[in-house]
């Protein structure tokens, strides 16, 4: 009689499973859980302990790490292995039907302590599930109840499960403990990490665990032609963790472009709102609400924001709707929003999409991206470290007016694509330029882009000024103070060009390039 070892966290529709193979000849075996919940369904099992001859210990942490489970799941079809399990009075054991404790739900919740999470580190069910894929040249390993159904069909139809089904079976299970030990790695290495601003290029981990897997397949990558799919960290079945209230599905660049847009207005205290197309914020702007803070993002660069992402950091109500006029939109997030608010949007931009995000933007995190063969991984840019000191080195100081927008405009600089210069005034962006190999004309396009509301504004750029040619172009618009990281080999004559157009100009020593 054939045996099969069950020994499942997950029981969702095992009783149907066990069943079946009760009735197709199998014996099984079964541990704690399991096996009361079989028994009290009146399927015939064997309690491991039966097999062990010792009881569950420690609170039931011991209860399959035996060699009368293990031996019987590792022994080949071979004489010699055969005859040594009959000395010991063993038998083989033909199926592992095995789930693990559910380590990743566990710490995706945010009230679970580090005691609560190593309780969920799962040792035997991962030992046997490597046990029983290693031996798959005889042993099914099912890991997933949704094989149930495909074991049952097959067993029935032949009265075994040929070699391609065991050792597809085994790759899924190598699959899932590989998964498991990189999220309890991952876990784990959080806490070991020093994070102080001294520390943190020194200190990136020398192994980086990625644990994520497939949420969605999209449409397509990119373009067309290439395939895509989001995948993730969260237990989650969309992108982000949000919730998503009308429209279809993300796309990639969509996803791209959230994700940009969220990381943005989660750097801004006040009621903001900011429009980004193609990773590159047209407009940003703070007022008292976001109704009041809508036109002037959108005033930046109303051409470019056709078809935008849109992320505000306050609740999405009917007043901010009404701003919106006819404005085509692809996707708006937000913390939440309000009922009628909603249904508004749902009802009259049906392809629109409401993202309703879980929580600010987590600069805590790693930046990672892949290049040929490899990864690069650094720190989030969170902004200038703690600690740096601005740096007045014009003749002429910058007025309060001045220094509030040159601190917007430095913020909202954060976030363009290098080469990034933007032109702001207190509380909202005027024009942006970015994404560019040349810093002057970088500057030219945010110039542009600011029209007539340039006189009198500021301007900022990501990373040092190279040549007075920036500060000539944005003087001869009406620009009255920039800011920019300074330490370039002609800042003298930087800085000659600014005393002489009677600019105020401040050095910040830290640069925010955003390749």
């Known amino acids: 009689m054939p045996r099969a070892l069950i020994s499942v966290s997950n029981k969702n529709g095992l009783v149907d499973f ?5 009735e197709l000849g199998w014996d099984i075996v079964a541990s704690g859980g399991t ?10 099992v064997t309690p491991v302990q039966q097999l062990t001859n010792l009881p569950e210990m420690l609170g039931g942490r011991v209860k399959t790490l035996h060699p009368a489970i293990h031996a019987g799941i590792l022994a080949r079809d071979t ?3 055969v005859e040594e399990l009959q000395q010991q009075g063993y038998a083989p054991i033909n199926m592992v039907v095995c789930n693990l404790y559910p380590f990743q739900e566990t710490v995706a919740q945010a009230s679970t302590t580090l005691q609560d999470a190593t309780e969920k580190i799962d040792i035997g069910g991962v030992t046997l599930l490597r046990a029983a894929a290693k031996n798959f040249f005889r042993v099914t390993t099912v890991c997933d109840p949704a094989d149930y159904p495909r074991i049952i069909s097959a067993l029935r139809a032949s009265g075994d499960i040929d070699m391609v089904v065991r050792r597809d079976l085994a790759v899924k299970a190598f699959a899932l403990t590989r998964d498991y030990d990189t999220a309890i790695h991952a876990y784990l290495a959080q806490g070991t990490t020093p994070t102080t601003s001294a520390q943190e290029d020194e200190n990136l981990p020398d192994y980086v665990s990625i644990a994520v897997h497939k949420v969605s397949a999209l449409r397509y990558g990119e373009n067309p032609h290439q395939s895509g799919a989001y995948y993730s960290n969260l237990q989650s079945d969309t992108p982000f963790g949000a919730k998503q209230f009308g429209g279809k599905e993300l796309s990639y660049n969509n996803i791209l472009d959230v994700d940009a847009a969220w990381r943005a207005v989660s750097s801004f205290d006040d009621p903001t709102v900011v429009i980004v197309k193609h990773l590159t ?7 008292a609400t976001i109704a009041e803070a809508y036109p002037l993002a959108l005033r930046a660069d109303p051409l470019s924001a056709f078809g935008c992402v849109m992320a505000v950091n306050r609740t999405v109500d009917d007043a901010f709707v009404e701003q919106l006029g ?3 939109i692809e996707v708006i ?5 309000t009922p009628t608010a909603k249904t508004t949007l749902n009802e009259g931009r049906k392809n629109c999409r409401l993202l309703q995000m879980p929580q600010p933007y987590d600069n805590t995190e790693y930046d990672m991206r892949s290049v040929l063969k490899g990864f690069l991984i650094q720190r989030r840019d969170a902004g200038d470290p703690i600690g740096t000191n601005w740096k007045t080195v014009t003749d002429r100081p910058a007025t309060a007016e001045e220094m509030a927008a040159l601190q917007y405009a430095w913020k909202a600089c954060n976030h363009v694509r290098s080469n990034a210069i933007i032109i702001a005034q207190p509380n909202h962006t005027l024009g942006t330029g970015g994404g560019l190999p040349s810093r002057v004309d970088a500057a030219k396009l945010a110039i542009e882009k600011a029209g007539e509301y340039v006189k009198g504004a500021v301007m900022a750029s990501e990373a040092l000024i190279p040549f ?9 618009a009406g620009i009255t103070a920039l800011i920019q990281p300074g330490g370039a080999i002609r800042d003298k004559k930087v800085i000659e060009a600014a005393n002489q157009a009677n600019m105020a100009m401040i050095f910040t020593g830290v640069r925010h390039f955003r390749h």
């Open 18 to 22: 066990a069943q079946e193979l009760h």
């Open 35 to 44: 096996e009361k919940l079989l028994a009290d369904n009146n399927i015939p």
């Open 79 to 81: 004489v010699a292995d």
């Open 281 to 287: 914020p047209t407009g940003i702007a703070s007022a």
């Open 326 to 328: 006819s404005l085509f």
């Open 333 to 337: 997030i937000a913390p939440s929003f």
């Open 468 to 476: 007075p040619d920036v500060i000539e172009v944005a003087a001869e």
